[in-house]
């Protein structure tokens, strides 16, 4: 073999080599081996690398040698069943290779090498491209049904289905944007509407069917393993893959793989370049801690949307993206509602839904374009803020105060819902699950309407619900005289609206099983412990339920004499929780109180201030594409990622 052992590894290859595998390795302990594994993706192993998850033969042979030489084992998918089952344990430091595709490589190099180091593999196959006699890849030839049979019935390789026709992009929105098969709902052009969850489901049953019975007649295979193509999956697939049979499901995720979880293996994903391993260096030196830098711009989607005229909005959504591209962000904050009146009661939607009128289905053709350009796009909802079309039912569930003894509808700025009302949640899970069936986003900014005031909720729900916990009604003047009571209600408030938020992110998670949630809260709640009981919003809460904690960083909303001094007690209070990383500080870039845009040299000057503090994500709202507002120059050398190294 002209490739030659590791031993024959120029030096410069072998550090390339050890650093890419101790990201994915340093951390696995013998503490950790009873129930997690190490899952590595391999695709084609050609003699020179075309695609970018080709790797050389060379490489390959080395990473193996490796891992043999290292003290790591190679474990089947019989295994990882059995510990799954507590009938045996998995061996400390346990690898399991899986090889997608069905390459011609697999059968004419990967299989003898197998042989030789007795390793057993998973290998999956897509069957329509057998069938057909090659894939996707016009350029790749692929493995014929002999010689998969052949590879099966040696018993070190587990054949297990990689769907038959799901490996593929389909219509996934009116402006003809394509999404990944096996979790997009269709878009029919012809009926102008989308797929139904009964027929997404029809849909993934019948392709995983098929390629089950061909599996079963052409090589002789009854798979109990399921790759999902790309990656991608959802609860409802992940059911119907359930009662066809499929005992383990291997996907995309991050981490380490866990017998626990084997309707949701994750996998490493590997690759032939080489740039990433700085990056790998980052993520030890952090403990593997938050992935991301996060660089954002929260984006009023009513600004971009003509009515009536999808080319008007279509041409202002590529004005966007070039602006964000030279800014050189990596995240946006896409508002999903329409709010052109800026009342903050939403009436109408940017998609696809079954509560609200649609004032334009844009939001998923604009999603698509933003991640096809590199962009984590996390969606911009309000949480309680919806005025339904039912006028009866609008206003019974509106969030109450107690004025001079009458209970009220609330007078505050957002006419919300009350997260006491069980239809409340019924009405925000159905918005919600229509928005992570339709659109392919990274995850969702919950606006902030997610508050309670003080004054705030004598809801009937809310009262009933006290009641039943403490024995009383939460009257306003036992309130005040019963400091006990009041920090009770509070409390109760803030659980709630947490309670009501993670249902719905629950929802979402159902259709985007990776979705990110973040929540806005307001800058007083970080450093006044009263302002908790002013707006039931508690920082310590927030940490523990939400990936990310917006901070509305907003100094001349809240008229801050001194920015940096208050910046500074803000980062601190951040600080002293040990969270950083799951904290974003956002500016505001216009004076709302004087309805002006802030100086650029300003917004430069707060952001740099800022991540000198040592904040790690920063992002600005609101943005003007049509004004150039903030200038995208003055702020581009401080939010771009481009050459961002994470710390």
Not at 372 to 380: D, S
Not at 480 to 486: G, L, N, P, R, V
Request: with cysteine; charged share 25%.
């Amino acid at each position: 073999m002209s490739w030659g052992p590791m031993s024959r590894c120029s030096g410069v290859f072998k550090r390339a080599l050890l650093l890419s595998l101790a990201f994915f390795f340093l951390a696995v302990s013998p503490c950790q081996g009873a129930e997690k594994f190490i899952t590595l993706v391999y695709h084609d192993i050609p003699e020179i690398p075309v695609e970018k998850d080709d790797i050389s033969r060379r490489d390959f042979v080395n990473q193996m040698e490796y891992l043999r030489s290292h003290g790591y084992t190679f474990i089947s998918p019989r295994d990882v069943l059995a510990a799954a089952a507590g009938e045996a344990a998995l061996p400390d430091k346990a690898v399991l290779l899986t090889f997608d595709d069905a390459y011609t490589s697999f059968y004419t190099f990967v299989y003898p090498l197998l042989r030789f180091y007795d390793c057993p593999v998973v290998l999956s196959v897509v069957t329509s491209w057998i069938e057909q006699g090659g894939g996707v890849y016009q350029d790749k030839t692929f493995m014929t049904w002999a010689q998969i049979r052949e590879v099966s019935e040696s018993g070190l390789v587990t054949v297990a289905s990689h769907s038959h026709e799901l490996h593929r992009l389909v219509n996934a929105n009116p402006f003809g944007n394509v999404e990944r098969a096996p979790f997009a709902f269709l878009y029919l052009p012809k009926e102008k509407r989308y797929e139904t969850e009964a027929e997404f489901r029809e849909r993934v049953r019948d392709d995983l069917s098929r390629s089950v019975r061909l599996l079963d007649a052409k090589a002789g295979v009854r798979p109990v393993i399921l790759t999902w193509p790309y990656g991608s999956y959802n609860t409802l697939g992940v059911e119907e893959a359930k009662k066809l049979g499929f005992k383990m499901m291997l996907t995309l995720d991050h981490g380490y793989a866990d017998v626990r979880n084997l309707d949701r293996v994750s996998r490493y994903y590997l690759e032939s370049q080489l740039e990433w391993l700085s990056i790998f260096n980052a993520h030890l030196a952090r403990e593997l801690r938050e992935k991301h830098l996060i660089r954002a711009v929260q984006v009023d989607l009513d600004k971009i949307v003509v009515k009536g005229s999808h080319e008007e909005s279509d041409r202002n959504l590529g004005l966007l993206i070039e602006r964000l591209l030279k800014m050189g962000v990596n995240t946006v904050f896409l508002q999903g509602f329409c709010d052109s009146e800026g009342s903050g009661n939403i009436r109408s939607l940017y998609f696809a839904n079954s509560v609200l009128p649609v004032e334009m289905d844009f939001l998923s053709h604009a999603v698509n374009r933003l991640r096809a350009r590199e962009m984590r796009v996390l969606v911009w909802m309000p949480a309680l803020s919806f005025e339904l079309p039912d006028g009866e039912q609008n206003e019974a569930l509106k969030v109450r105060e107690m004025e001079e003894g009458r209970i009220i509808v609330s007078r505050s700025w957002y006419r919300r819902m009350s997260p006491f009302d069980g239809r409340s949640l019924a009405v925000a899970r159905a918005i919600f699950r229509d928005l992570a069936a339709h659109v392919d986003f990274d995850g969702i900014l919950f606006q902030d309407d997610a508050y309670l005031n003080d004054r705030e909720d004598f809801h009937p729900e809310a009262v009933k619900k006290f009641k039943a916990l403490y024995g009383v009604e939460p009257r306003p003047a036992r309130l005040e005289s019963d400091a006990a009571m009041k920090k009770n209600w509070a409390q109760l408030k803030t659980d709630t609206l947490d309670q009501y938020l993670l249902e719905i992110a629950a929802t979402v998670k159902g259709y985007r099983p990776h979705a990110v949630m973040a929540r806005n809260i307001y800058s007083e709640v970080i450093t006044n412990p009263g302002a908790k009981e002013w707006f039931a919003q508690d920082l310590s809460s927030y940490l523990r339920h939400y990936d990310y904690t917006v901070i509305m960083a907003y100094a001349a909303m809240e008229e801050v004499a001194k920015p940096k001094r208050w910046y500074e007690n803000l980062y601190r209070a951040v600080k002293e929780t040990g969270r950083e990383e799951r904290v974003i500080f956002k500016l505001q870039a216009y004076d709302w109180g004087n309805k002006q845009w802030l100086g650029d040299e300003a917004i430069r000057d707060d952001l740099t201030y800022l991540l000198a503090l040592g904040v790690r994500h920063v992002a600005y709202y609101p943005d003007d594409v049509f004004l150039n507002k903030p200038d995208v120059d003055a702020v581009a050398s401080i939010l771009s990622s481009r050459h961002l190294i994470e710390r």
